[in-house]
C-alpha cells in the first residue's frame, strides 16, 4: 500500500524569489537557512510522489467558476504561466511531472469520501507552487499532484472541512495499491494582505484603486484581459511593496502567525479546525485564509505536531513567512511529536 512519508507546510510569498533583496539580509538569512532545512528534509525522506494543497492566484480558476476543491489530472503541468515567469526571476517555465494516474485515483476515492471534487486537467501554477519548489527542490525531478483549496472566492470551505478533506486524502492515499512514498505539501499565507479585488473589502488606499479595477476584470473576465494589460502581473510586484509603504494599518499580524504556528506545533487539531473565517480575516488579513491549505495538510498528517523551523513578519512580502516539517510517520502509521524550534 501507499503511505505518507513526510509533511511540509511553508508560505509562498513570491517576494521570497521576486524581490528577496528588499528585505533585511539577517532576515533573509534566517529564512534561507529554514528553507535549506526543508530542502535536506524532502531529500532525506526519498517521496515518489509530492500531493500539494494549493490555493489559485486566478492563473486557472476565476470568478465565474470557482470549486472548492479541485485536483487537476494530467501528464504534466507547466510552472509558472507565462506571464509569472519574470515576476518569480525564473528564465522560462518548467514542465512538471502530474502523476495522472495516481491524482485519477485521489479524485475517484475522495469523491467517493463524500466530498464534492472538481477534475482539472492540465494547469499552470503560479507562485502557489513555484516560489517554494524553486527554493526546495529547484532540479524537479518529482511528480508533483496539485489540490486546490477555494481560499479566494466566497463562500469559503471552513478550517474544520478543509482538515476532513485533508484527513480523507490520507485515506486514499493509504488505499492505494501502488506502494507510493508520499510527501504532503501545504503552502500559503499566513498573515497575508494580497492585492487582489474583493466585494467587501472597502477600506483600500486611495493609491491602489486604478490597480485594483485592473485586477477585479482579470479576476471576472479571466486571461484574455492581458492582451489588453500585458503588464498587469509585473505591476502586482510594484503594489505589493507599494502596499507595504501606504497601508493605514500593519500588513503582518505577527502575534496571530506566531499563535497559529504555536496550534501547528503542538498538533492542536482541535483548535486549528475551529478558527473561523471571521476570526482569520479580521485578525490576520484576507489573504490570510490560506492556512486552510495548512489545515487540509493537518488532516492528512492525522492531525501530528510539527516542528516550526521558523518564523519571520515580512510587511515587504506583505506576509507572515513561516516553515514547518513532520515527522516521518513510523510503520504503525503514528507520528512521533516534534517541537516548537522559531
Known sequence: MSRIVGGISMSHAPGIVGWPEKVEENQLARISTAVDRIAGYLEDVRPDVVVAFLDDHFENIFRSMAPTFAIPVAESHQGPADYFVKVLRMDAPVEIPGAPEFAGQLLRQTVHAGFDVTRMGRIDYGNNLMAVWNLIRPQNDLPVVPIFVNVYHPPLPTMDRAYEFGAAVRRAIESMPGGERVLILSTGGLSHWPPIWL????????????????????????????????????????????????????????????????????????????????????????????????????????????????????????????????????????????????
Not at 516521518?328 to 524550534?341: A, I, L
Open 199 to 342: 466585494e467587501h473589502i472597502q477600506d483600500w488606499p486611495e493609491v491602489m484603486q486604478p490597480y485594483l479595477e485592473r485586477i477585479k476584470r482579470y479576476q471576472f473576465e479571466g486571461r484574455s484581459v492581458l492582451k489588453d494589460d500585458p503588464k498587469l502581473f509585473h505591476d502586482m510586484g510594484v503594489y505589493e511593496r507599494l502596499m507595504a509603504d501606504v497601508m493605514d494599518k500593519p500588513v503582518v499580524a505577527p502575534e496571530w502567525d506566531r499563535h497559529f504556528l504555536d496550534l501547528i506545533a503542538a498538533g492542536d487539531a482541535g483548535a486549528v479546525r475551529a478558527l473561523t473565517y471571521g476570526e482569520i480575516e479580521s485578525n490576520a488579513g484576507f489573504g490570510a485564509h490560506e492556512v486552510l491549505n495548512w489545515a487540509a495538510g493537518m488532516g492528512a498528517m492525522d492531525g501530528a505536531p510539527a516542528t516550526v523551523l521558523n518564523y519571520e513578519p515580512v510587511p515587504e512580502w506583505i506576509c507572515g513567512m513561516g516553515f514547518a516539517i513532520y515527522d516521518t510517520p513510523s510503520t504503525d502509521g503514528r507520528t512521533t511529536s516534534r517541537r516548537k524550534e522559531a
